[in-house]
């Protein structure tokens, strides 16, 4: 990841990055291709359906024409052929990437077989692609905003893993979660029934006064975080620890090689989804 990291960040010319189109998004792809065993050629069509596809995960938000279903659908069928034949010729031609386990372990009766392998990787590419490009960004959005919180982490290196976790409860790439509840519920008065399907507001329960103390503080010393970004129980993101590790790696590099990097203006806007939170841009001087 960090080669990965350093080479994006040789591209940067003329003191200045906008982060997301430049580093975050094409760090994101690269590194769940390699991880899958993908072609390193293909990269770039990848990420190309991958932007596609991730529209469909706000479909309160989205309103799509006709022009754009149909964009939509050919990317997912393109997606799927091109895995499909990814997944041939691992099944030929195994190596040491997660493609090549996944065809291991389903070879007895009870494992997935091909289809739900190849759901599982176009599934894995959206997630991937997004979830850790809006961490890098908003983290580090949040990081130039609090100088103090900057300097302190550029001081002490050691605190990136928890810096992490306070960037990921401040500003969650996620914002809510979907549950359906078993049995009647009472919570703090309120009665649901059984079977309901209930919305979870993850960003809101990330900045929950009775759990965090100054929860609106971007505090990258705050102990025991633990934040719901990534869910929880049985259903919490099977990314989390990847994404984690993804973003201390970008951390890390973009840190060691621009120490000095400070926000170019206050003109930062959010894009217009509904489940993910992430910026249009990010602007930043080297």
Not at 5 to 14: M, R, V, Y
Not at 180 to 188: A, C, K, N, S, V
Not at 235 to 248: I, T
């Amino acid at each position: 990841m960090e080669s990965i990291a350093d080479h994006l960040i040789s591209k940067f010319t003329g003191g200045k990055a906008e982060i997301i189109s430049e580093f975050s998004y094409p760090f994101a792809t690269l590194v769940i291709a390699e991880f899958l065993g993908t072609h390193e050629s293909d990269r770039d069509i990848l990420d190309k359906w991958a932007s596609q596809l991730v529209k469909t995960l706000d479909v309160v938000t989205n309103q799509f024409s006709q022009e754009d279903l149909t964009v939509i659908y050919k990317a997912a069928d393109e997606m799927k052929l091109y895995m499909s034949d990814i997944v041939k010729e691992k099944e030929k031609n195994p190596g040491d990437d997660f493609i090549s386990r996944m065809l291991a372990i389903s070879e007895n009766d009870d494992k997935p077989d091909h289809e739900e392998i190849i759901a599982t990787l176009v599934l894995l590419i959206m997630d991937a692609h997004e979830a850790p490009k809006n961490l890098i960004s908003n983290g580090l959005y949040a990081l130039l905003r609090n100088p103090e919180q900057h300097k302190m982490l550029l001081e002490d290196m050691s605190l990136l893993d928890n810096a992490v976790e306070e960037m990921l409860r401040y500003d969650s790439p996620a914002q809510f979660t979907g549950r359906r509840t078993h049995e009647d519920e009472i919570i703090r008065g309120f009665e649901i029934k059984k079977g309901v399907q209930l919305i979870c507001m993850l960003g809101a329960g990330n900045r929950d006064p009775e759990r965090y103390e100054n929860p609106d503080k971007f505090d990258i010393r705050r102990k025991n975080i633990m934040p719901l970004s990534f869910g929880g129980g049985i259903h919490f993101c099977a990314g989390a620890g990847m994404a984690k590790v993804e973003a201390q790696a970008a951390f890390s590099r973009l840190l060691n090689a621009f120490p000095n990097m400070s926000l170019t203006g206050n003109d930062y806007h959010y894009h217009n989804y509904l489940h993910s939170r992430g910026l249009d841009s990010l602007d930043v001087k080297l």
